[in-house]
């Protein structure tokens, strides 16, 4: 059924468990990227997005003293009683809610705009929120650029695995996702008036850290796959548990990063 409501609710408890996976995953990943447009002490950020604490308090610790960092959500409950003098939350609808401060000196997202069906007003809110000069970083999904989700199926395990992402996929799709966003990135953010735009990617082929990641996705969702018609509970169930065992080649979809900063004076 399509939808444009966020799948991955944060109200349920796998939530906070996706937070901490995702941190495990792609933090050193996302914190080399905004080591590389030199955060200084008395920075301003908006975490967009945030959904756990890891990256407002990795990027406090970057712009301290002196800075802030706003981390903001649809649904703040995990970064409730984080917020310390340095990172405020809000809650804020990047889709249809104005960004919550401007001349923000970086703006960061990552797996957030994939989400939302309105993504590309969101990504030109977002630039408008920055100061002249100051630097955007999305990081999101494509999930089409890797042919197969397990790049290496061997057997019936691993083909289990990728019926499994695939109607993971099929969901995400209806609740208005957009698989290719990744690769799009670049060219909409120079659409948006953006400057010195790059990109790369980085993904997982074979990480024990993706094990949590793949069974709190599975876990949440597990209702809505079995709805679906083509896999029974017990074939979800099979699958977390071959995750758990670590017998599955873990790999996750490639994570583009693309950044590009305001034109220092317009
Ligand atoms: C997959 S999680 C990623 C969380 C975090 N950015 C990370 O990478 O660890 C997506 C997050 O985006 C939030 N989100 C989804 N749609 C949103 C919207 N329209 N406005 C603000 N946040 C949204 C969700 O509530 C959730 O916390």
């Known amino acids: 059924m399509a939808t444009d409501a966020y799948l991955l609710d944060n109200r349920a408890a796998e939530a906070e468990l996706r937070f901490a996976a995702l941190g495990a995953v792609f933090d050193e990943v996302t914190l080399r990227h905004v080591d590389a447009l030199g955060p200084a002490p008395g920075w301003r950020c908006w975490a967009v997005g945030a959904?756990?604490?890891?990256?407002?308090?990795?990027l406090a610790a970057r712009v301290a003293p002196g800075g802030l960092v706003v981390a903001t959500d649809l649904d703040t409950r995990w970064l409730a009683g984080r917020a310390g003098g340095d990172v405020e939350v809000v809650q804020q609808d990047v889709a249809r809610d104005d960004?919550?401060?401007?001349?923000?000196?970086?703006?960061?997202?990552?797996?957030?705009?994939?989400?939302?069906?309105?993504?590309?007003?969101?990504?030109?809110?977002?630039?408008?929120?920055?100061?002249?000069?100051?630097?955007?970083?999305?990081?999101?999904y494509d999930v089409l650029l890797l042919q197969w989700p397990s790049p290496d199926e061997d057997g019936p395990e691993q083909r289990l695995a990728d019926t499994v992402k695939g109607e993971f996929r099929a969901l995400l799709r209806e609740h208005g996702a957009d698989p290719r966003f990744g690769r799009r990135l670049p060219r909409l953010m120079r659409a948006a008036g953006l400057?010195?735009?790059?990109?790369?990617?980085?993904?997982?082929?074979?990480?024990?850290?993706?094990?949590?990641?793949?069974?709190?996705?599975?876990?949440?969702?597990?209702?809505?796959?079995?709805?679906?018609?083509?896999?029974?509970?017990?074939?979800?169930?099979?699958y977390i548990a071959l995750v758990a065992d670590g017998r599955l080649d873990l790999t996750t979809p490639p994570l583009v990063s693309a950044w590009g900063r305001r034109p220092p004076e317009d």
Not at 104 to 128: C, K
């Open 99 to 140: 960004p919550p401060g401007a001349g923000f000196d970086l703006v960061h997202a990552r797996l957030v705009l994939s989400h939302v069906v309105a993504r590309e007003e969101a990504l030109t809110r977002m630039v408008s929120a920055l100061r002249p000069g100051g630097w955007l970083l999305v990081e999101d």
């Open 195 to 238: 400057v010195d735009v790059q990109a790369d990617a980085y993904f997982a082929v074979a990480l024990p850290t993706v094990a949590a990641l793949d069974q709190a996705n599975a876990r949440q969702i597990r209702d809505e796959i079995v709805q679906r018609g083509h896999l029974s509970a017990e074939d979800v169930d099979a």
């Open 51 to 58: 959904g756990g604490p890891s990256i407002p308090d990795a």
